[in-house]
């Protein structure tokens, strides 16, 4: 098993819908499982929505990235669970929807506009600066997950699994800026 970071596309009309009533969230991030959907719901003694919650085309597209998102968020923040705005967006920042545990704490939302904020600091990052920050001492003293980094690189390199991934979460932010949606971002 494991910690991973999952994500989404969502757009600001949904991300606003999810905000209001908080057990959509599962609609979203389990979409094909009615009972987590309706057990928040019971929990949290809400009646059924009045209007089907409908996602958008192209909504709820998709990535996660394994278990490197805390590697990958300590090589942007230098920290291990705060940081600066908005490279500190894998694991701060955004808007919980409401106090309901989908894993490991709640999920988080980050409106268009936000999300453009973000792909823009991240274009300007290369593999050149996650390697002048990756730093495996501090990395396994501040017990970055998964606690692999000093493991031998010429192995295991656990840099380039963290390099493979940020690869994928800029051109995912990116394409999620291009076509002017938010993002939802869970730890399960």
Request: glycine residues 8%; negative net charge.
């Amino acid at each position: 098993m494991g910690m991973y970071l999952s994500m989404c596309t969502l757009s600001d009309d949904s991300i606003g819908r999810v905000l209001s009533d908080p057990p959509l969230v599962w609609k979203v991030i389990s979409p094909d499982d009615a009972e987590p959907y309706e057990e928040a719901r019971s929990e949290m003694g809400l009646a059924e929505p009045q209007v089907a919650f409908e996602l958008a085309d192209g909504e709820v597209v998709e990535t996660h990235l394994d278990k490197t998102w805390h590697g990958i968020h300590y090589m942007l923040t230098q920290s291990a669970w705060e940081g600066d705005a908005p490279l500190n967006f894998l694991l701060a920042g955004g808007i919980e929807v409401g106090d309901l545990e989908v894993g490991y704490g709640a999920a988080r939302v980050f409106s268009s506009e936000q999300v453009t904020g973000i792909a823009g600091a991240l274009q300007r990052l290369d593999e050149s600066f996650l390697r002048s920050r990756f730093n495996p001492d501090e990395m396994m003293s501040l017990e970055i997950y998964p606690t692999i980094w000093d493991r031998d690189p010429k192995e295991d390199d656990p840099f380039g699994y963290c390099a493979e991934y940020f690869v994928e979460l800029k051109s995912f932010v990116r394409r999620a800026a291009e076509r002017k949606t938010g993002l939802l971002i869970h730890l399960s």
